[in-house]
């Protein structure tokens, strides 16, 4: 069974998917923990309702933050 990450687990990155067009992606460029991405993807989904975002964690992280 999958545990839920902790809020400091590191290695976390904010994607997206519009809800009107076939649209998606990732804001790669910034690792957060989890705390953080979650936090990130809850503020921009009040600024661009018209996608969802959620906090996705990326397995190319190597090494700890």
Known sequence: MLEHPGPDE????VAWHSKHQHR?????EAVLTYGEATTKAAKL???HP???????HSPNI???H
Do not use: L, M, P, V
Request: charged share 20%; no cysteine.
């Open 10 to 13: 590191y290695g976390y990155i």
């Open 45 to 47: 989904a009040r600024q």
């Open 50 to 56: 018209e996608n969802t975002y959620w906090a996705e």
């Open 62 to 64: 190597t090494g700890i």
């Open 24 to 28: 998606a992606g990732r804001f790669s």
